[in-house]
């Protein structure tokens, strides 16, 4: 429980950084606003359609081909502002804002301490990209600001007397985020890991450990997954009712798997219908259905060659940081000279975090005993997340729903080392 001091204090430091990332946020978007193009542009003419009240379209036919959560979000804000990207991008840079301002309140959970969480925020604040992908309408900023929140309120209801309330929301929570992107849906197989094999107190007899911890585990996780479910039925009946057929949330999986287990860098897609049957398709969920089978089959007869482009799609989740430049500086020409230049400016400061994020799990797991447990659920999730990626196209883009908790770790980093250098390099009185 923490004390006024500590709560007025909590308060002074979000006020400076909603301060920050506001001015932040909306001078940048006010200065770079491109075209928007691909995936953005189609967001943004559903939302729109849907706004007036033309339903969920694509071509004249009803779709879940991409998930409709971020559109109809805002399609919402369309009905009262008006159609409007500049309100698009200012509905993202309050997303972004409220994502910093839970990697605040994520880290504080985790480590009780206002200068980690301070130094989180901060970095996810600078972090370049995190910045630019506030250009253009993308679904990130909702679904990562669902996520983090996720991890606030599991978090939350861990230990509380009336826990399973916050665990009931918390699933809610990460249902809405699977309506956006339904890449989570598998996620409670790996949260019931986490609760028998980690989530353990102190003390706990090697018996309970491994009998009645499991039974307990298998009931949390089933509690947060029925209440995760309840959040995507609307869309499960919406898609029944508007297709005729049973759709959980989306109908692009089977296209994105026979598009990755192809993958061995970078995107792959063919028009030619020998090398890609699935362009012979019209109808999205045979589609669907088509490029499961064929992903499978790909699989079960190239067992190595997949074995191996899995591993060049998660180094190329990780690699880099130039996605957002590629849709943001390259529609202006006024740029071109300096898109080399650019992209190593966002690397570089993507791999600083990314090193201050190492040191910080290193650091948490040999010294900060009490915060092992809680900060593992979010490792649990980026190595879920990653190995979801094993088998689909990566690049970084798909990365940026982790920067968050990444940045969660970098906070009690950037507090050790300062502290180290202190009593390294300063003169003791």
């Known amino acids: 429980m923490m004390d006024s001091g500590s709560v007025r204090r909590d308060r002074r430091v979000l006020v400076i950084l909603i301060a920050v990332n506001l001015v932040l946020r909306f001078a940048w978007i006010s200065f770079m606003h491109p075209i928007q193009e691909a995936d953005f542009a189609w967001y943004d003419a559903r939302a729109v359609e849907l706004a007036h009240n033309q339903g969920y379209n694509w071509m004249g036919h009803p779709t879940a081909y991409w998930p409709i959560g971020w559109p109809f979000f805002l399609s919402l804000i369309y009905r009262v502002t008006g159609p409007s990207v500049m309100v698009g991008l200012a509905v993202n840079a309050l997303l972004s804002t409220g994502i910093v301002c839970l990697v605040y309140v994520l880290t504080r959970q985790l480590f009780r301490d206002v200068r980690s969480a301070t130094c989180a925020a901060t970095a996810y604040t600078l972090l370049p990209s995190q910045i630019i992908w506030n250009s253009v309408l993308g679904s990130e900023e909702l679904f990562t600001l669902l996520l983090v929140l996720f991890f606030v309120l599991y978090l939350r209801g861990i230990g509380h007397p009336r826990g399973s309330r916050w665990l009931a929301l918390a699933g809610a929570v990460m249902g809405l985020a699977c309506d956006v ?58 898609n029944r009712l508007a297709m005729g057929h049973f759709v959980l949330v989306s109908t692009n999986g089977g296209t994105n798997l026979w598009q990755g287990v192809h993958v061995n860098g970078g995107y792959w897609w063919s028009y030619n219908p020998y ?15 088509l490029g499961e089978h064929l992903a499978e089959q790909y699989i079960l007869h190239h067992p190595w060659k997949t074995f191996l482009n899995g ?9 880099n940081d130039v996605n957002a430049n590629w849709y943001t500086f390259r529609v202006s020409t006024a740029f071109h000279p300096f898109l080399q230049a650019i992209d190593i400016f966002t690397t570089v400061a993507y791999w600083v975090l990314m090193v201050l994020s190492l040191v910080g799990i290193a650091h948490t797991w040999v010294r900060w005993r009490e915060a092992r447990r809680p900060s593992a659920l979010l490792l649990t999730f980026v190595v879920y997340y990653t190995c979801f990626f094993f088998f689909f196209p990566a690049w970084d883009r798909f990365r940026y729903p982790l920067m968050p908790l990444f940045a969660v770790f970098a906070g009690p980093a950037c507090v050790w080392l300062w502290t180290k250098w202190k009593h390294t390099f300063r003169p003791h009185g």
């Open 181 to 238: 992107r339904p890449i989570p849906l598998a996620f409670p197989a790996f949260l019931f890991i986490y609760e028998w094999c980690v989530a353990l107190p102190h003390g706990t007899p090697m018996l309970t450990r491994w009998s009645s911890r499991a039974a307990r585990a298998l009931a949390r996780v089933l509690w947060v997954t029925v209440f995760m479910l309840l959040a995507i039925l609307p869309v499960t009946i919406r």
């Open 275 to 289: 090398v890609n049957p699935l362009v012979r398709v019209t109808n999205e969920v045979a589609k669907n259905e």
């Open 311 to 319: 591993w060049v799609k998660i180094f190329d989740l990780y690699k």
